[in-house]
T-cell receptor, first 117, second 113 residues
Framework: GNSVTQMEGPVTLSEEAFLTINCTYT??????LFWYVQYPGEGLQLLLK?????DKGSNKGFEATYRKETTSFHLEKGSVQVSDSAVYFC????????????????FGTGTLLAVQP | KAGVTQTPRYLIKTRGQQVTLSCSPI?????VSWYQQTPGQGLQFLFE???????NKGNFPGRFSGRQFSNSRSEMNVSTLELGDSALYLC????????????FGSGTRLTVV
């Protein structure tokens, strides 16, 4: 079945350090891939997405490239800030453009990022 | 444009009771999904509704049910609450189709005592 695997946390970095959070997936068909972020006490916010191979999603300095050959969608940021401290979830969805029977998000377990000043 | 609104934000119930949670999607979004988030199981899909029809259901017991109204607002109901039902329940809305992603609400924190 479809699944997402992301690196275990927590990831602790100093401000301005480089961030990588690894994410790999298993899916039938051609999934769309997402990164969501959850701040304490909040719901999930869509951070970025990519809908086909070689697409690069980007937002707020974060980037991730859809790599079909390695089934990966690693999240990167060149210089993290204390305000980036949160839990990051990698997710995929399949189901076709008009929706379908499997049109649901499959999430990884989440990676806690703690950025220290 | 208003986001996804979930009510109530917090809820404390006793074992054996039932509970109803509400979700108002973003205007124009006709697809609404529900997820349960717990420390042990992570984020798990409950069900998805589109145009008042349940299109997909996760692996949860029949005590968990939902519905969607003609204005796309959705409710989920949990009957005969168990301690293990304590969780953050998240609602998400979307334009149908896998390319758009889902916009989540802030969730309802349910505590069963």
């Amino acid at each position: 079945g479809n699944s997402v695997t992301q690196m275990e946390g927590p990831v602790t970095l100093s401000e301005e350090a480089f961030l990588t959070i690894n994410c790999t997936y298993t899916a039938t068909g051609y999934p769309s891939l997402f990164w969501y972020v959850q701040y304490p006490g909040e719901g999930l916010q869509l951070l970025l997405k990519a809908t086909k191979a070689d697409d690069k999603g980007s937002n707020k300095g974060f980037e991730a490239t859809y790599r079909k050959e390695t089934t990966s969608f690693h999240l990167e940021k060149g210089s993290v800030q204390v305000s980036d401290s949160a839990v990051y979830f990698c997710a995929l969805i399949t189901g076709g453009f008009y929706g379908g029977a499997t049109n649901k998000l499959i999430f990884g377990t989440g990676t806690l990022l703690a950025v220290q000043p | 444009k208003a986001g996804v609104t979930q009510t109530p934000r917090y809820l404390i119930k006793t074992r054996g009771q039932q509970v109803t949670l509400s979700c108002s999607p973003i205007s124009g979004h006709r697809s609404v999904s529900w997820y349960q988030q717990t420390p042990g199981q992570g984020l798990q899909f409950l069900f998805e509704y589109f145009s008042e029809t349940q299109r997909n259901k996760g692996n949860f017991p029949g005590r968990f049910s939902g519905r969607q109204f003609s204005n796309s607002r959705s409710e989920m109901n949990v009957s005969t609450l168990e301690l293990g039902d304590s969780a953050l329940y998240l609602c998400a809305s979307s334009v149908p189709g896998q390319h758009y992603g889902y916009t989540f609400g802030s969730g309802t924190r349910l505590t069963v005592v």
